[in-house]
């Protein structure tokens, strides 16, 4: 087993052995780029903007950027690769071992939403929820 890397790795390379058991760190030339990671992080760029350009808004807050990112990379990771190392299972269901529920895609990101809030005292005529923007799931069962 190895790991593919640019040179950015080479300080890594001597912890490799004892961290990982004993994969071999493939390190390409100087300012050369791994193929299979940049084509990775050109999927995700453009997953991005397709989600970006679904919002409504002329500046996004750099927050919502931030879990743009990480929605997208989460929904990468649900779904089992194509030519990936097993067939029928996702990257997720293969590094952390449990079961994918796929009700955490039902909720779009940016959607508008209501979220309730518990509020003392509960006989006041407060609003008892408070308007939101949905940025992907909490990860919480």
């Known amino acids: 087993m190895f790991i593919k890397g640019d040179g950015e790795f080479k300080p890594l390379e001597e912890f490799m052995p004892e961290l ?5 760190l493939n390190l390409t030339s100087a300012n050369k780029h791994v193929p ?3 084509r990775k992080i050109g999927v995700i760029k453009e997953r991005v903007r397709a989600v970006m350009y679904g919002m409504p808004f002329n500046a996004v807050p750099l ?3 931030i879990s743009a990112v990480l929605f997208v ?3 990468l990771n649900l779904f089992p690769v194509k030519g990936g190392i097993l067939a029928n299972y996702s990257p997720k269901q293969i590094m ?10 039902s909720l779009p990101f940016g959607a508008y939403c209501h979220i309730s ?4 005292p509960r006989n006041s005529l407060v609003p008892k929820t408070q308007d939101a923007l949905a940025l992907g799931p909490s990860g919480n069962v």
């Open 36 to 38: 299979e990671i940049e």
């Open 63 to 65: 927050i919502i950027c």
């Open 117 to 120: 809030e518990e509020a003392q």
């Open 20 to 24: 990982y058991g004993a994969p071999r």
């Open 96 to 105: 952390s071992g449990e079961v994918v529920h796929y009700k955490f895609c």
């Open 73 to 75: 990379t989460k929904q």
